[in-house]
C-alpha cells in the first residue's frame, strides 16, 4: 500500500525536511582535510537536537549513528567513525535524516574534501545530481513510477563517458541494488524506486497528489555492481571505482511538486526543466 499524504501531513514533511537541510548545510561544512567521518557524525547530531526533532537514522535496524558517511568507492551506508579521516582529494557522500512529529525527511548529497579532484569525479557528481533532479521533474501526476526511473536512467546514459582515471573505468555505473522509496510516517516505504527501467518491475504505481517518495541515484565511474562489507551496513562497490549519491524528499500536490529537502522547495532547479514548484507550505 502507498501512503498519500494530505497538505497538512506534506507541511509537517516540509519541517522534517527543513531540518536534513540544515544537516546538509552545517556537514558540508564540516567536510574539511583532517576531520573524521564521527566529527560529521556529532555535528548532524547537533543540528538535530537544537531543532527539537530527531533521527530517524540512529538505531535503524541497529545502524549505530545519526548519518551515513560514504567515502570514495563506499556507496552508501558508510558508518561514521574516527578511523575514517577525510584527505585532500576525497569524495564523501552523506545521507542525512530527521524525524518532526512522526513525520519523517531523507536526502543525500556528495562533498568535495579540499581541492585538486579529478575531471571525473567532478563530472561524477554533476552527472549524479542532475538525474536526480532529471527524475524529479518527471514527478508528475498521471505519469508512472517508471517515468521516474527513465528519467534519471536516461540522463545519466545520455552523458559522454567520463575519462578513464585512478578511480574511473571511463563509464558510469548506475547502482542496481539500491533505490529510492517511498517516505512518510516511515522513513522507507513503498513503493520502491529503481533508478533504470526494469521489465521485470513494469510501469509501477500512478502518480497521484499525496505521492511521496525519496528519489536517490546512485551512480559510479565504472560497475552497477556492489557488495557489503563484514560490518553488515557499508556499500562498496566491487571494483572499486568511486561513486556518488544524492537524495531529495518530495511530495506531490495539486499545485505540484516540492522539494521537501531543498531550503526553496526545488524552484531554482526545477525551473530549468520547465517545472513550477508548488507554494512551500510553511509560508
Same mark, same amino acid.
Given at each position: ?8 501531513? +506534506? ?7 527543513? *531540518? ?26 547537533? @543540528? ?8 530517524? =537514522? ?12 560514504? @567515502? ?11 578511523? #575514517? *579521516? ?13 524525524? *518532526? ?16 579532484? &579529478? ?13 536526480? !533532479? ?15 526511473? /527513465? $528519467? +534519471? ?10 575519462? #578513464? ?6 563509464? =558510469? ?26 521489465? /521485470? ?12 517518495? &525519496? ?7 565504472? #560497475?552497477?555492481?556492489?557488495? *557489503? ?16 549519491? !544524492? ?5 506531490? #500536490? ?16 526545477? &525551473? ?5 514548484? $508548488? ?5
Amino acid at each position: 500500500m502507498v501512503q498519500l499524504k494530505t497538505p497538512e501531513q +506534506i507541511a509537517k514533511m516540509r519541517e522534517a525536511g527543513l *531540518v536534513v537541510a540544515a544537516i546538509h548545510a552545517a556537514t558540508r561544512e564540516a567536510a574539511v582535510p583532517g576531520a573524521t567521518t564521527r566529527d560529521l557524525d556529532m555535528v548532524a547530531r547537533k @543540528v538535530i537536537a537544537d531543532a527539537g526533532a530527531k533521527s530517524n =537514522f540512529l538505531g535503524y535496524g541497529g545502524f549505530p549513528a545519526t548519518i551515513c558517511t560514504s @567515502v570514495n568507492e563506499v556507496v552508501v551506508h558508510g558508518i561514521p567513525d574516527d578511523k #575514517t *579521516v577525510l584527505k585532500d582529494g576525497d569524495i564523501i557522500s552523506i545521507d542525512a535524516g530527521a524525524i *518532526v512529529d512522526g513525520w519523517h525527511g531523507d536526502a543525500a548529497y556528495t562533498a568535495f574534501v579540499g581541492t585538486g579532484h &579529478a575531471p571525473e569525479l567532478v563530472e561524477l557528481s554533476r552527472v549524479t545530481e542532475e538525474s536526480m !533532479w532529471a527524475g524529479i521533474a518527471a514527478m508528475k501526476a498521471g505519469n508512472r513510477l517508471v517515468d521516474i526511473s /527513465k $528519467a +534519471i536512467e536516461g540522463y545519466i546514459k545520455r552523458q559522454p563517458r567520463p575519462a #578513464t582515471g585512478e578511480h574511473s573505468l571511463g563509464k =558510469f555505473g548506475i547502482i542496481e541494488d539500491y533505490g529510492g522509496h517511498g517516505i512518510g510516517t516511515e522513513m522507507h516505504m513503498d513503493p520502491h524506486l529503481l533508478n533504470y527501467v526494469s521489465r /521485470k518491475r513494469g510501469k509501477g504505481i500512478k502518480l497521484v497528489p499525496g505521492v511521496c517518495l &525519496a528519489i536517490e541515484p546512485m551512480v559510479s565511474l565504472g #560497475t552497477a555492481q556492489t557488495e *557489503v562489507l563484514a560490518d553488515d551496513w557499508t556499500v562498496i562497490t566491487t571494483d572499486g571505482t568511486w561513486s556518488s549519491h !544524492w537524495e531529495h524528499s518530495v511530495a506531490l #500536490t495539486e499545485a505540484g511538486p516540492i522539494v521537501l529537502t531543498s531550503p526553496d522547495c526545488g524552484k531554482a532547479k526545477l &525551473a530549468e526543466y520547465g517545472v513550477t514548484t $508548488a507554494p512551500d507550505p510553511l509560508g
